[in-house]
T-cell receptor, first 113, second 112 residues
Framework: NAGVTQTPKFQVLKTGQSMTLQCAQD?????MYWYRQDPGMGLRLIYY???????DKGEVPNGYNVSRLNKREFSLRLESAAPSQTSVYFC????????????FGDGTRLSIL | DAKTTQPPSMDCAEGRAANLPCNHS???????VYWYRQIHSQGPQYIIH???NNETNEMASLIITEDRKSSTLILPHATLRDTAVYYC?????????????FGKGTKLSVKP
């Protein structure tokens, strides 16, 4: 089973460029999440989507937009990348019931010069 | 801010039990304790969760104190592959309360 798939795995951008990080899950999960992780830190929630058609801000949403394209896919867009957005980005998903564990992808390592 | 407090690092000898403590003194009645781990910058991996009873699965055991203000994750026979950062997270039910708030975790080093 693929689980949560993130693309690309690595990316280098220049300041001011735009980029969309892709995430897809094949577990028929309702909820999906985007996190960022800076060196030596825990993960911080950027945006989440509790169900298809809804999105909500997390702890650190500034500089990002998201789209819940369908039940499987949840994308994260950087409209004008800044060096402060250099990080590792993780996507996660979880099924219904509110207490189901989140399943994580392997991450996208993004560097902005 | 994370609702939990964990030691920043711990060592454990290979083959011995690893006992990872977590304090969550402000936990409310409807919040669960979850444990995840992250191996070498991979995506976090779910380990176990519980409300008030002790829980065991194929990976670990979770012991929650009677007052629910602290818990311990036990890896019964640690191996080198258990070297990771372990996160203890308090999680509520539904809406934004169901979101995970990660602290810095405990870096467990299993040594031969």
């Amino acid at each position: 089973n693929a689980g949560v798939t993130q693309t690309p795995k690595f990316q280098v951008l220049k300041t001011g460029q735009s980029m969309t990080l892709q995430c897809a899950q094949d577990m028929n999960h309702n909820s999906m999440y985007w996190y960022r992780q800076d060196p030596g830190m825990g993960l911080r929630l950027i945006y989440y989507s509790a169900s298809e058609g809804t999105t909500d801000k997390g702890e650190v949403p500034n500089g990002y937009n998201v789209s819940r394209l369908n039940k499987r896919e949840f994308s994260l867009r950087l409209e004008s990348a800044a060096p402060s957005q250099t990080s590792v980005y993780f996507c996660a998903s979880t099924g219904g019931g509110g207490l189901q564990p989140q399943h994580f992808g392997d991450g996208t390592r993004l560097s902005i010069l | 801010d994370a609702k939990t407090t964990q030691p920043p690092s711990m060592d454990c000898a290979e083959g011995r039990a690893a006992n990872l403590p977590c304090n969550h003194s402000t936990i409310s009645g409807n919040e669960y304790v979850y444990w995840y781990r992250q191996i070498h910058s991979q995506g976090p991996q779910y380990i176990i969760h519980g409300l008030k009873n002790n829980e065991t699965n194929e990976m670990a055991s979770l012991i929650i104190t009677e007052d629910r203000k602290s818990s311990t994750l036990i890896l019964p026979h640690a191996t080198l592959r258990d070297t990771a950062v372990y996160y203890c997270i308090v999680r509520g039910y539904g809406g934004s309360q169901g979101n995970l708030i990660f602290g810095k975790g405990t870096k467990l080093s299993v040594k031969p």
